[in-house]
């Protein structure tokens, strides 16, 4: 057992669960830079753990913190600090948030704050995106037509997203 994966496993996901505002989508840039990092696993096999987190119950960056966690020390346990170093932060800053809750309710300087993060959250989900769009995983003038008549249906007609979801996946299969 090498103990310096699990330590380093759990300084990344620290960071990650730290720093990672805006929710999985916000944080892949974030998990895909620490993987580049320490070398745990391939741009490919990223791709797939993504998916699956996309596919599996609960947040994408806490399923993928698991699968990276396990994949990087092979065993349930570099799963379990993984997990648990992801969503540490976020536990300890809420248990002080929730103390100081009503002696910052309507505080400009904590409105400016989150006002300023927003922007942050929407480059690192626009970060993750251009990591995702590699070769490997066959981004083509196909992928955007099903993107853009997927976002039409979206927008201008409403259409259910689970219909839609449908009619990507049955498009995608008869295309590809």
């Known amino acids: 057992m090498d103990i ?9 996901f620290f960071k990650i669960g730290l720093f990672g505002f805006g929710g999985g989508y916000a944080i892949l840039s974030l998990i895909q830079h ?3 990092k320490y070398g745990w696993i391939s741009q490919a096999e990223f791709t797939d753990v993504i998916a699956i987190s996309q596919m599996t119950p609960g947040p994408i960056g806490i399923n993928s913190a698991t699968y990276v966690g396990y994949a990087a020390s092979g065993s ?3 799963s379990v600090v993984a997990t648990f170093a ?3 932060p976020s536990f300890i800053i809420m248990i002080t948030l929730v103390k100081f809750f009503f002696r910052l309710q309507g505080n400009k300087y904590m409105e400016w704050a989150l006002s300023g993060l927003r922007p942050t959250v929407i ?13 490997e995983n066959f981004i083509d003038y ?5 993107f853009g008549v997927a976002f039409l249906l979206t927008l201008r007609y409403k259409v ?4 839609i979801i449908l009619l990507a996946g049955l498009t995608g299969f008869i295309l590809y």
């Open 142 to 146: 196909k992928s955007f037509i099903i």
């Open 4 to 12: 310096e994966v699990y330590i380093q496993l759990f300084i990344a």
């Open 86 to 88: 992801i969503v540490l």
């Open 123 to 135: 480059g690192l989900i626009g970060a993750a995106a251009v990591v995702l769009m590699t070769d």
């Open 160 to 163: 259910h997203p689970i219909l």
């Open 34 to 36: 620490e993987i580049d």
């Open 76 to 78: 349930v346990l570099g």
